[in-house]
């Protein structure tokens, strides 16, 4: 048996005799089953150790994106680009970081790197389409799914995306051909189960849809896909945290700048036409505006929270698997 | 591994000697809509320094330049339109927004700190007791100002 390393990673001489630093290797475990926090922790302890290794900061860049810390994850990915310039993984990196920013430009020039860097690299087709899906261009989307199916017909990750790009289009037949090829190659993977319980969902079958959330959960405890479709399931229950949630997607869609700019939009035109509807004499009306504006402010204030709990309910069932 | 072995990710929170002061960035927010600047700069800028957040410096600059340009804005809509009685709703409106605006932005900057503050077991004091008293105070507060400059007045809101 071998003798365990003395640097509290766990892992023994043989395990670590070639291949990536230990602390790296326990971080590419983490990510595996999606524990993000986890990987960031060894990853630390990975870069304390040595803060010139180009793939760590790439790593850590890639983790901190899943945790939605994406001006670290930018800072990261550069970084490695700087020890590294020829990384694909930087590269992928920054992309995603930058697209999860709205740098559409910037990422789709980091990604097209990383092709030709790597002309097989799934991940950076994958990025490009949703890059193409945040422009609007459903055609190209497509065409790079398509061109990511040919270079890698079992990855799951594939045909979760095109079973999700046929169901915003509602082709929900196809959708479901590319669901079930998914579940075929992955079965327990959690965005194979988010795509089938959103199927779910648009077939109306509510709790299927709930209960493939909750499986999905039980793999990966912070998978966004799967959060999304129990909030959404949640949202269907009751109009007005429906409302709430539909609003909150969009809002979330515009990043931090598109909700200053919307919010203080709103405000500065119903504080406008309230002063305008006074100095018409029609104080009624701007009453009533400004009585509506209250009630908005109130429910916005009061609405995550009915939702977090309505939430948390929901995420009692879940049982985490022993791994997690 | 002891924590000064570990790699400092960029924008986690740095060491800060007034840490127990930090609040969810929610109550300045608040004091900037319903006590006013005289409360919420000086509580952002505090909030900002316990918190050690890496965008730290920018938050005080924007904070200290709250009252810069709201007067700023009144000055400008006294040289462009005139401050006759009829406008002077309109031009509060402006000040207002210019302030709201600035604190939503501080607001947002903050926010990411304190998310990552609470990420690291860090926890925030209940800001409800300042916002009281300064919503109580504010009358008095602005009356004092008053006597010192309109603009400054203006400031208060």
Known sequence: MSEELDDGSGLNREEAVGGPPPWERLAAQAMGVGNWNGAIHHLRRALGADPERAMAHALLSLCLIHTNRLFAATHEARRALELEPELPEGHLALGLALRGQGKLKEARRALEQTLALEPEHTGAMLGLAALHRQAGDRTGERQMLERALQVAPDDESVHVALGTWHLVGGELVEARRYAESARTLSPDVPEVLVLLGELALREGKVNEARDFAIWALQHDAMDPGALALLASIQARQSVLLGLWWRYSVWMQARGDRGQIAVLMGAWLVVQLATQVLTDLGRTGASGALSTVWLVVAIYSWVGPALFQAALEKELKRVRLRDDF | ?157
């Not at chain 2, 990552?116 to 007791?129: A, I, K, P, T």
């Not at chain 2, 400054?152 to 809101?157: I, R, T, V, Y």
């Open chain 2, 1 to 157: 591994m002891p924590a000064d072995l570990l790699y400092r990710i960029v924008d986690e929170p740095s060491p800060s000697p007034w840490k127990k002061a930090v609040v969810r960035p929610f109550w300045p927010w608040l004091a900037m809509a319903l006590a006013g600047t005289w409360l919420a700069v000086p509580w952002f800028i505090v909030n900002a320094l316990a918190l050690g957040s890496p965008t730290r410096r920018r938050e005080i600059a924007l904070a200290a330049a709250v009252p810069v340009l709201m007067v700023l804005v009144v000055v400008g809509a006294q040289l462009l339109f005139g401050l006759s009685e009829g406008r002077v709703p309109y031009v509060l409106v402006a000040v207002r927004f210019a302030k709201l605006l600035a604190g939503y932005v501080l607001f947002t900057w903050q926010a990411r700190a304190f998310q990552l503050h609470e990420h690291f077991g860090g926890d925030g004091r209940n800001g409800v007791l300042v916002l009281m008293v300064g919503f109580m105070l504010r009358e008095k507060v602005l009356k004092g100002l008053g006597d010192v400059s309109p603009f400054l007045l203006l400031g208060g809101l």
